[in-house]
């Protein structure tokens, strides 16, 4: 058996090791990407793509759109861009002549290599700052009217591939209408034109079938809904569904025609800003369907925290579904986001210099839905200012005056000012002189104040622990009775009502006592009396008066009661109101007592 050489060894460790470099250079080809590294490299990496891509292997065509220099192609077709450039150059290449790689340079003096020159454009290569040849910005734009210079050429004998690159479904159809719709008519074929046609039209029927359908199940909805109903909420997020959905149809087919790249840029980009817009417009409605639900959910707690949180986290969202817009159509637009944030990062200090009092007023909004001195709906008083609440917002707080007119009120200064709310008010007062004549006896009187007393005690609305009757002074013209007295009522309506009730039936137990009210009068009485007159008769007994004024006084007492019971009873019978319950009554001390 013979022996092995030396010379066989190292025959093996040769092959070996540049089966292992081979190795090492694939992987590492895989990791860095394709090979840019020379016009030769790059050309050479292109052509064997696209051969490639045209076999069957679509995975290949990211390394032939590597190759290019997108900067100059806008963001909204940049995706489609290269592989439509890709396919054009190719086809371009394929019938003007055979590319020879062996004559392409590796090494190049400058930045710029020429491979091909003519009057619809150049093909060139250019260095970039990492070291990559790649086909200039040049010849991109080019690449439209280099493919439309070789329309209708045929292929180059010899060319790999078998024709050229076609490109899908375009390619189809373009070979299947017939000649004339193929003409070219403001930069479009006539069959693209057709096509755009039908687009738009298969876009409104699909605008329309969705606002439909989708409109009928919201209406539905809403028509079954009381709170919905009740907030005015409508299906206006129905339409921008509709015209969502319509743009993104004409999205999706417009990369299928094959259009020219500034006409596909064009239409994209109103395509997209239709989407953009639709998008905003329909969340900024579907903001107000979703705060109506949940504020009906707030209106039934006990709590008036969220009745007041939930319009401002209505409007904040509205504020960022707009802002995201914004930014999401400054981005199709090739704004540098980045760039524009950094710059609000910079000038930030003197924004918040300038938006002081809106930060003031935005801390004062929390300050106000921490400490609650008012709730939606109560009547308040801020210096000259009377009205009541409507709507607390982040920057002010907007009152309706009893002129119905609408004052809108820094939060900030609600922070610094004395907030008086009188509805929060557990009871109303009413403080009033009732003047009755000079001429009314005190028997009169008496009857007059405890029927007054009576009538407290059975009206509903009225406070029975504390309430004051009581003839008080001797005025000018009139002798005058404090009516002094509470309201257990939740607003000023129902006040009003209960006032009008006592007051009424004062009046009524007024008549009934035969008591004359008394107005501003002067009498002059004369003092002397006529010549010849008799002495006036001796007074009675002073042990006999204190008898008969205390059975007098008893007397007016009961009489003042049964007259008030007679109010009560006879017109009270068939209109009875129920007193009015405060959830946070019983945790008043039983001794405290309202101020004047």
């Known amino acids: 058996m013979p022996q092995p050489t030396h010379r066989g060894y190292g025959r093996g460790i040769v092959v070996a090791v540049l089966l292992a470099s081979a190795c090492l250079q694939a992987t590492a080809r895989d990791v860095d990407g394709p090979d840019l590294s020379s016009p030769r490299a790059t050309f050479e990496t292109f052509l064997s793509s696209m051969i490639a891509v045209n076999e069957g292997e679509a995975d290949r065509m990211p390394d032939a ?14 995706d489609e861009a290269g592989p439509k450039l890709a396919r054009d150059l190719k086809n371009y290449l394929d019938r003007i002549e055979y590319v020879r790689i062996g004559e392409i340079p590796v090494d190049v003096d400058g930045d710029l290599w020429v491979y091909r020159k003519t009057p619809n454009g150049e093909i060139s290569l250019e260095r970039t700052d990492d070291e990559r040849w790649l086909f200039s910005t040049r010849t991109v734009d080019a690449i439209p009217d280099l493919r439309e210079s070789v329309r209708g050429k045929e292929v180059v004998a010899g060319i790999e ?3 050229g690159v076609t490109v899908g479904f375009a390619d189809w159809l373009r070979r299947s209408v017939p000649q004339s719709m193929r003409k070219t008519v403001l930069f479009l074929e006539n069959w693209q034109w057709v096509a755009l046609i039908l687009l738009v039209f298969v876009g409104v029927v699909a605008d329309w079938v969705v606002r439909l359908t989708l409109g009928r199940w919201v209406r539905r909805l809403l028509a079954t809904s009381d709170h919905l109903r009740e907030h ?10 509709g015209i ?3 743009a993104v149809l004409w999205w999706s087919i417009l990369g299928l025609l094959d259009l020219p790249l500034r006409a596909l840029a064009a239409l994209r980009f109103a395509s997209q800003l239709m989407m953009a817009g639709a998008g905003v417009w329909a969340a900024y409605k579907l903001v107000d369907l979703v705060a109506a639900h949940f504020q009906a959910l707030a209106g039934k707690t006990d709590t008036k925290v969220d009745d007041v949180l939930i319009p401002m986290i209505r409007r904040a969202l509205k504020i960022v579904v707009v802002a995201f817009g914004l930014l999401f159509v400054a981005q199709n637009l090739d704004i540098d986001i980045t760039s524009l944030l950094a710059g609000l990062g910079i000038g930030g200090i003197a924004f918040a210099l300038a938006a002081k009092d809106t930060v003031e007023n935005l801390f004062g909004s929390f300050t106000v839905l921490i400490d609650r001195p008012f709730r939606i709906g109560d009547w308040i008083v801020i210096d000259d200012l009377e009205g009541t609440v409507e709507e607390l917002g982040f920057r002010s707080t907007r009152i309706r ?5 609408v004052i809108t009120v820094p939060n900030a200064t609600l922070v ?6 009188l509805g929060a008010r557990r009871y109303r007062r009413l403080k009033s002189m009732i003047s009755v004549q000079y001429d009314t006896p005190a028997e009169r009187i008496e009857a007059f104040c405890e029927g007054i007393r009576e009538l407290i005690r059975k009206h509903p609305y009225t406070r029975k622990d504390y309430y004051m009757v009581y003839f008080n002074e001797f005025a000018d013209s009139s002798l005058n009775i404090l009516l002094y007295a509470f309201f257990r009522t939740p607003d000023w309506p129902t006040e009003l009502r209960e006032r009008h009730r006592l007051l009424v039936d004062i009046v009524r137990l007024a008549h009934r006592l035969e008591i004359e009210f008394a107005f501003p009068t002067r009498t002059l009485h004369l003092a002397s009396a006529p010549a010849g007159m008799s002495p006036a008769p001796a007074a009675a007994p002073p042990e006999a008066a204190p008898r008969a004024a205390a059975e007098s006084m008893e007397e007016a007492i009961r009489l003042g009661r049964a007259e008030a019971d007679a109010i009560v009873e006879g017109l009270w019978k068939n209109d009875r109101q129920a007193p009015v319950k405060f959830k946070d009554a019983d945790s008043m001390p039983a001794g405290d007592k309202p101020t004047r």
Do not use: E
Request: glycine letters at 10%; a positive charge.
């Open 65 to 78: 759109v590597a190759c290019f220099d997108l900067s100059s192609v806008s963001a909204v077709i940049r």
């Open 161 to 163: 591939g078998g024709g």
């Open 232 to 241: 005015k909420v409508d299906a206006g997020f129905v339409k921008p569904i």
């Open 244 to 246: 969502f959905v319509m």
């Open 401 to 405: 005056t009893f002129y119905n007119s």
């Open 416 to 421: 610094r000012t004395a907030v008086d709310n």
